[in-house]
């Protein structure tokens, strides 16, 4: 499912290619991003009618027993695939009410925040979704890519480098890693980082994406290409190669200078991917 909006690196969670032209000093958003953070995405693609009526449904057992988290975010999941992210938000922070201590309703409230924009208030409840004593490498993932998304590179990458620290050399907090200093215009570290995410061999296709992203950034396209169209369906690689090559001309029209704010990656979210709610 390609899914584009004005998200910087998401935590959120298509599985699609980047939209390459969208200025990411204006976007609100965290899917991925999508980039880089936490509702778990589908198993398969859906449509937004079929969310629509998932949201419908859950909404009716939501009302008659809004203390159940379970519920609460399954319902919040259901939608923001509908595109209905500040309402999602508002479900989780009405069961958070009930469940203050559930660190996995608190983590999906974190990341319904992020993907709605609240970035600060995102961090405040990540904060209180794990324990220094018990840190949850997948919060740290999602709190670094928060914090990418406000700018606080350096900061990000503490969290990044925390989380690796419990899981070395996992795929999706190298993914974001690299973004991270995609974003910082560190190509050639953004390159090195995603070359070692893409390793394991049983990586996320968003990784490999991302990479072929920084790879086209430095000029190299028919190398960009070529790792774009790796391990996707025809008709979504031509897509993808149609927005590198987009990527390309506002590039050189720029003079060769990337520019933060004309990338726009996909954050990879560990929470996400891993609950499969």
């Known amino acids: 499912m390609r899914r584009f909006s004005c998200r910087g690196v998401r935590l959120f969670a298509s599985v699609a290619l980047v939209a390459l032209a969208a200025a990411l000093g204006g976007c609100k958003t965290f899917s991925t991003a999508d980039t880089t ?7 398969a693609p859906r449509g937004e ?3 629509r009526r998932e949201a419908e449904a859950l909404g009716e057992k939501f009302r008659a027993d809004p203390r159940d988290p379970a519920i609460a975010i399954r319902y919040s999941r259901a939608l923001r695939g509908s595109g209905q992210r500040t309402q999602a938000a508002a479900v989780l922070e009405q069961a958070a009410i009930f469940n203050p201590e559930n660190k996995a309703l608190l983590g999906a409230y ?3 925040l992020a993907d709605a924009g609240n970035f600060n208030q995102a961090l405040d ?3 209180r979704a794990h324990t220094p004593d018990q840190p949850d490498w997948r919060i740290l993932s999602v709190q670094g890519a928060v914090l990418d998304q406000l700018g606080r590179h350096d900061e990000a990458r503490r969290y990044y480098a925390s989380a690796l620290k419990i899981v070395p050399d996992e795929p999706s907090v190298l993914s974001n890693l690299g973004l991270s200093y995609a974003l910082s215009k560190d190509l050639k ?3 090195e980082t ?4 893409s390793a394991n061999g049983a990586i996320d296709r968003r990784v490999r994406q991302n990479l072929a992203l920084v790879v086209g950034l430095q000029g190299r396209f028919p190398e960009a290409e070529t790792i ?5 369906p025809p008709a979504e690689a031509t897509a993808n190669v149609a927005y590198l090559r987009q990527m390309l001309a506002q590039q ?3 003079r060769g200078k990337p520019n933060r704010k004309s990338i726009k990656p996909i954050g990879i979210d560990p929470i996400e991917d891993a609950n499969g709610t």
Do not use: C, F, K, N
């Open 125 to 127: 409840v990540l904060s």
């Open 189 to 191: 570290r953004a390159e």
């Open 194 to 197: 995603l070359r070692r995410a």
């Open 37 to 43: 953070g936490s509702i778990a995405a589908p198993d």
């Open 228 to 232: 774009a169209r790796a391990d996707l």
């Open 49 to 51: 009618a079929e969310w």
């Open 252 to 254: 050189q029209h720029q």
């Open 110 to 112: 974190g990341r319904a």
